[in-house]
T-cell receptor, first 113, second 113 residues
Framework: GAGVSQSPSNKVTEKGKDVELRCDPISGHTALYWYRQSLGQGLEFLIYFQGNSAPDKSGLPSDRFSAERTGGSVSTLTIQRTQQEDSAVYLC???????????FGAGTRLSVL | GENVEQHPSTLSVQEGDSAVIKCTYS??????FPWYKQELGKRPQLIIDIRSNVGEKKDQRIAVTLNKTAKHFSLHITETQPEDSAVYFC????????????FGQGTTLQVKP
């Protein structure tokens, strides 16, 4: 594909609802990362996938957050029982292999009311 | 824990002047240091990166220097132009073998025409 694609671009939800955010990485990229960017802040690492290896979940802030990557390509980040502090831009990045240049998607702006 | 500190948080320069942004990192095992530029509402885009086996890298008006002993690295932009106005993020690769990036808090650069 032309680049990392994320959907939806914007998501407004009510507190307590579940949301799913989707990331479609660059074709052929085996490594996929999720980051969170709160207003005026840097990017915070959430989770990493590499091929069929077990993901690195060390950055997930709570057990309400989970992610999967099916078939080594598309990834879904799920936030259960959303809270207002979950409001942020969620960015996905992919790289050819781990420790290579990371290319970012445009992000999903999540607003929890 | 892993940490990247970035200074200054805001920087205003006149067109044609130089701009310098500095970062320090905590993990002595870090080996990869990218810089990303993020325009308002856009995705972060890599502008330059450096690995620990070199001390300096240049690409036209942009240069990055790395001091591994002191654990700091800097971005230098010469002959600044209004289109350089954006938020700049430094990052360092985190612990483990994943290539996850630990980001600084960002520097908002304003270039006045």
């Amino acid at each position: 594909g032309a680049g990392v694609s994320q959907s939806p671009s914007n998501k407004v939800t009510e507190k307590g609802k579940d949301v799913e955010l989707r990331c479609d990485p660059i074709s052929g990229h085996t490594a996929l990362y999720w980051y969170r960017q709160s207003l005026g802040q840097g990017l915070e690492f959430l989770i990493y996938f590499q091929g069929n290896s077990a993901p690195d979940k060390s950055g997930l802030p709570s057990d309400r957050f989970s992610a999967e990557r099916t078939g080594g390509s598309v990834s879904t980040l799920t936030i259960q029982r959303t809270q207002q502090e979950d409001s942020a831009v969620y960015l996905c990045a992919s790289s050819l292999r781990h420790k290579n240049i990371q290319y970012f998607g445009a992000g999903t702006r999540l607003s929890v009311l | 824990g892993e940490n990247v500190e970035q200074h200054p948080s805001t920087l205003s320069v006149q067109e044609g002047d130089s701009a310098v942004i500095k970062c320090t990192y905590s993990d002595s095992a870090s080996n990869y240091f990218p810089w990303y530029k993020q325009e308002l509402g856009k995705r972060p885009q890599l502008i330059i990166d450096i690995r620990s086996n070199v001390g300096e890298k240049k690409d036209q008006r942009i240069a990055v220097t790395l001091n591994k002993t002191a654990k700091h690295f800097s971005l230098h932009i010469t002959e600044t132009q209004p289109e350089d106005s954006a938020v700049y993020f430094c990052a360092a690769d985190g612990s483990g073998n994943t290539g996850k990036l630990i980001f600084g808090q960002g520097t908002t650069l304003q270039v006045k025409p």
